[in-house]
C-alpha cells in the first residue's frame, strides 16, 4: 500500500517554540541547547507499507483450538472422579514409564464406558508431571466444525510441540523455517504436513534426544471414531476413511526413528479401526479395552455415592435415608457398565422444578423393553425423558434438526492469506428464529437440560443476522439470559446415535425419519426467507 505524506513549511521562534500554518504553538519541554535558525522546509514524502510475514501467526491461524485439552470448549468436559477408573489409569501410566517411544497405546471399549473421561483426566494428570506433548480431543456433538474435522489435526499437535519448554528452542526455528519455506503446507495432506512441520523438524533436532530428562513425553488424541469430513449427508465410506487418515499420520509418525513421543489415542471398537491396527507391525500398538477386568460396577456405585452425597448436601436431604441402597443397586445393574447412562441420570435427577425424590422415582419407574439391544436401559431413559415433553414429536425434529443444521457449518472458508475463517454457525437466537411457530415455543420444546444445552461459540455476525437485513440495530432484543454467543450442544454422542438410528429411537417417535426432518428444515427455511419467522 503507497500512502503520501506531506510535511508543511515550519519555522522556530525560539527555542522552545515552533509554530506551523494553521495549528497551534507546539512546547519543546525539556533543556538543552537549541539553535534559533532551524527551518523546515516542505516536502512530500512516499511511505510503502509492507505487510509482515510472520509464519507462528499462520500456523496459529489453522490451529483448532477448541481440540487441546484445556481448551475454554472443553472447560466443562467430563473427568473420572478421583476414586473411579484407577486400575485403568494405572495400567496406562504403568505403559508410558515401561514402554518405548514409537509404540501406540490403543483405549477402546463401548459408547458411554467414560473413554473422554479417562483421556481429560490423563491429560491433566500427564500436564502436571511435564510429560504431556501435545493432546487433540475429537468431538462430533459439541457443536463446532473444527471438533470434528482432520483439517486442523497436524498443526494443531506442531503447534503445541513448538510451544513445550523442552522443544521450543530447536524444534519452533526449524518448523517457523519450513512455514516460510512453504506457505502453502497449510493445504497439504496431513502426511505432508506430517512431514514438513514435526519430523523434518524433529531428525535435524535429534528427536529422540532433544527431552532434558528420562520422563516419558505422550500425545493424547480423544474420539478418532467422531473425526467426520466437512459436508453434510457424506457416505459412511467416506467417515472411515478419515478416522483411518488420522490414524495413518500417526502411525507415520511413531515408525519414524526420530519421533520421541509415547501415542495414546481413545475410540469405538469400530470394525475399521480395528482392522488398522490389525495390520500394523506387532508390537507396535498395545490395547486396553474396558471391560469387567476394571470393575466397571464398583467404579459406577461409588460415582452414584459421591454424587448423591452432593445432591443431599446442597437439597438438604438425609443421606442416611435417601437414596435407599436398593435404588442405587438397580441403577447401577441399569447402567451395564456405561458411566453416561448414571451421568444422565444425575443429570435429569438434578433437573428442576421436580425436586430429586420425585425424579429419581420417576427413573426408578421406567418400564424396561424387551429387546436384544445392549443399549435397551440408556434408550428407555432417552425415550421416558423425551415423553416428559409437552409434544415429544415434534421435540424429537426439533433434536433432530439441530443434528442437521450443525452440519451445514462443515465448510472453512479461506481468505487470501490461507487463514481459516470461521465456518457459518447457527446461535440459539437464530436457531429458535428458524425452528418457532410462536416466541418463547423453543424454552418449552427443548427444555431438557438432561439431554441438551446451550454453549458459548463463536459466529460471524453476517451469518446470525441473514434474515434481517445484517444489520444488528435490526435485529430483535435477546430473550432473557441467552448470549449472542450460546449454540446448542449436546451432552454425549450417545444421544446422537439413539436418535440416529429408527430402531432405537424410531420405535417410540415413529413420525420424524430423515425425509420428515429434512423437509421440516426446508419448510421452515423458505418460511424464515419469505419474513414470516416469529420476531
Known amino acids: 500500500m503507497l500512502k503520501t505524506l506531506q510535511i508543511g513549511s515550519a519555522s522556530q521562534v525560539n527555542a522552545q517554540t515552533y509554530h506551523r500554518a494553521g495549528t497551534t504553538s507546539v512546547n519543546v519541554i525539556g533543556g538543552g541547547q537549541y539553535s534559533s535558525s532551524v527551518e523546515i522546509n516542505t ?9 509482515s510475514y510472520d509464519p507462528i501467526d499462520k500456523l496459529a ?26 486400575a485403568v489409569q494405572e495400567d496406562i501410566f504403568s505403559w508410558t514409564s515401561c514402554g518405548d517411544p514409537g509404540e501406540v497405546l490403543w483405549l477402546t471399549g463401548p459408547a458411554g464406558t467414560g473413554k473422554s473421561a479417562i483421556m481429560g483426566t490423563l491429560s491433566d494428570k500427564f500436564k502436571k508431571a511435564g510429560q504431556l506433548a501435545a493432546t487433540f480431543f475429537f468431538s462430533s456433538y459439541a457443536g463446532t466444525a473444527e471438533r470434528m474435522s482432520k483439517r486442523g489435526f497436524v498443526t494443531t499437535l506442531a503447534y503445541q510441540l513448538q510451544r513445550h519448554p523442552d522443544f521450543k528452542e530447536r524444534i519452533s526455528t526449524k518448523m517457523m523455517s519450513a512455514i516460510r519455506e512453504d506457505p502453502a503446507i497449510f493445504k497439504m495432506s496431513l502426511q505432508e504436513q506430517m512431514e514438513v512441520l514435526i519430523l523434518q523438524p524433529l531428525r535435524e533436532s535429534k528427536g529422540r534426544e532433544l527431552s532434558t530428562s528420562s520422563t516419558p513425553i505422550v500425545i493424547i488424541v480423544d474420539g478418532v471414531d467422531e473425526c467426520g469430513e466437512d459436508h453434510y449427508d457424506i457416505p459412511s465410506r467416506s467417515r472411515q476413511n478419515d478416522h483411518v487418515d488420522v490414524l495413518s499420520v500417526l502411525l507415520q509418525a511413531v515408525q519414524d526413528p526420530a519421533f520421541p513421543f509415547r501415542i495414546i489415542i481413545a475410540s469405538r471398537p469400530e470394525t475399521w479401526i480395528r482392522d488398522f491396527f490389525a ?88 418400564k424396561r423393553s424387551t429387546r436384544s439391544n445392549p443399549f435397551s436401559a440408556l434408550d428407555d431413559l432417552y425415550t421416558s425423558i423425551l415423553e ?30 490461507g487463514r481459516i475463517q470461521k465456518p457459518l454457525a447457527f446461535s440459539a437466537w437464530t436457531t429458535n428464529r428458524l425452528f418457532e411457530d410462536s416466541a418463547g415455543q423453543a424454552k418449552i420444546l ?74 421440516w428444515i426446508w419448510d421452515r427455511c423458505t418460511r424464515t426467507l419469505m419474513g414470516e419467522c416469529p420476531l
Open 61 to 86: 491461524a489453522h490451529v483448532a483450538t477448541g481440540c487441546m485439552h484445556n481448551s475454554a470448549d472443553r472447560f466443562d468436559a467430563p473427568k473420572c472422579h478421583e476414586e473411579t477408573r484407577k
Open 388 to 417: 416428559s415433553s409437552p409434544n415429544p414429536n415434534v421435540t424429537v425434529v426439533w433434536l433432530k434438526a439441530l443434528q442437521v443444521i450443525k452440519t451445514f457449518e462443515r465448510v472453512d472458508k479461506t481468505d487470501a492469506w
Open 446 to 519: 427443548l427444555g431438557l437440560p438432561s439431554l441438551v444445552y446451550t454453549r458459548e461459540a463463536s459466529f460471524d455476525l453476517p451469518c446470525d443476522s441473514f434474515c434481517y437485513g445484517g444489520e444488528l440495530d435490526l435485529l430483535p432484543s435477546l430473550a432473557a439470559g441467552m448470549s449472542w454467543n450460546a449454540a446448542y450442544a449436546f451432552y454425549h454422542k450417545s444421544f446422537l446415535d439413539y436418535l440416529g438410528d429408527d430402531l432405537r429411537c424410531g420405535i417410540a417417535f415413529p413420525d420424524t425419519n430423515k425425509d420428515r426432518v429434512e423437509g
Open 43 to 51: 516536502g512530500v514524502y512516499n511511505c510503502f507499507e509492507v505487510a
Open 279 to 366: 495390520n500394523v507391525s506387532p508390537g507396535t500398538v498395545n490395547e486396553v479395552f474396558l471391560d469387567e477386568k476394571y470393575s466397571p460396577d464398583d467404579d459406577i456405585r461409588l460415582f452414584l455415592k459421591c454424587k448423591f452425597a452432593d445432591l443431599c448436601r446442597r437439597y438438604g436431604l438425609d443421606p442416611s435415608t435417601w437414596p435407599a441402597e436398593e435404588a442405587i443397586a438397580k441403577l447401577v445393574q441399569d447402567a451395564s457398565g456405561q458411566f453416561i447412562y448414571v451421568a444422565t441420570v444425575l443429570r435429569f435427577i438434578d433437573t428442576p422444578p421436580q425436586s430429586p425424590q420425585t425424579q429419581l422415582e420417576f427413573v426408578l419407574k421406567i
